[in-house]
């Protein structure tokens, strides 16, 4: 059976306050009529509670039951914006690459990019265009075109300074790929690409030149382990705030990739000013997420 719960409402802030402050001030006259009343009890003497303080004693348990009530509202998790929110264009991107599938020899013969799409690698917008063309028209889908919408989101607002990427085993050999088709557009060439790698299960943020050699020492995150992006993602953001970058100016896109990639993300962004953003695979519109999470009271029912 469904339990029956009160009914709450989405409180003004200047509301909630002033209930808050009325239960302050009632409580104080409570303690002072039950503190005079036990005085006079352990004295011996009559204790006489009249109707103006029973009526107080009332309120006061009434209102801080409402608002112990509300606390199930204010306490569970929710994002400080809307639902819905386009994202806001940032300098730093973050970005979970997922790998194409097939061999990287024959990959890179096309720089990883079907045959069957007519790409012109000119204008991004105008490419943008012919991915949802033809996936609409002829069912051709590139697993790669989510990363360049998110990129140019905040390319297209003139703030994007850097990408970082964070990429699994698979797809950390096809990043030189990705950066390549990436610098092919006039609107991503002036760039700084880095890349998150592990070495020795800890993370280092790697500014990417076109000569480095990722068959190296360098390794790929695990997508399918939690503790291994939510490390990542630690490892990345004191990295960025050793390099002097605000919280404000970062966003965190977890499109790509598997189901425990949007967990991680959304995890690290928790009361943080970081924010995490999605790119509607239906839509293409860049959604935004500024999430809150404080710690409910125990024995809350949701």
């Known amino acids: ?54 009526i107080l004693i009332g309120l006061f348990l009434l209102l801080t039951s409402w608002l112990y009530q509300q606390g199930k509202m204010l306490f569970r998790p929710r994002t400080r914006s809307l639902r819905d929110e386009p994202a806001r264009p940032s300098k730093h991107l973050v970005l979970f690459l997922s790998n194409l599938a097939g061999e990287l020899t024959e990959l890179t013969k096309t720089n990883g990019v079907s045959a069957q799409l007519p790409l012109k690698f000119q204008e991004i917008g105008e490419d ?46 096809q990043l030189p790929l990705f950066i390549k088709n990436c610098k092919r557009y006039p609107q991503f060439v002036n760039l700084t690409y880095f890349v998150l790698v592990r070495l020795a299960d800890n993370g280092q943020l790697i500014a990417w030149n076109d000569k480095d050699d990722i068959a190296g020492a360098w390794q790929g995150w695990d997508f399918e382990r939690f503790d291994h992006l939510s490390e990542a993602l630690w490892d990345l953001l004191d990295e960025f705030e050793g390099r002097g970058f605000l919280e404000s100016d970062i966003m965190i896109d977890f499109t790509g990739g598997k189901k425990v990639i949007s967990v991680a993300a959304a995890l690290i962004t928790y009361n943080r000013q970081v924010k995490a953003q999605y790119v509607d695979t239906e839509t293409c519109r860049v959604l935004s997420y500024d999430i809150v999470i404080p710690t409910p009271a125990k024995g809350m029912d949701f």
């Open 1 to 54: 059976m469904r339990k029956q719960r009160w009914r709450q409402w989405q409180l003004p802030p200047w509301l909630f306050f002033s209930a808050s402050l009325v239960a302050v001030l009632l409580g104080d006259m409570v303690a002072s009529l039950l503190y005079d009343s036990l005085n006079l009890w352990w004295q011996g003497q009559a204790v006489n509670i009249h109707w103006p303080g029973l």
């Open 128 to 173: 943008l265009n012919i991915m949802k063309q033809e996936k609409k028209t002829a069912r051709i889908f590139w697993a790669w075109e989510m990363p360049l919408r998110a990129m140019w989101e905040h390319a297209e607002g003139g703030t994007l300074e850097d990408v970082t990427f964070i990429c699994s085993s698979k797809s950390l050999p």
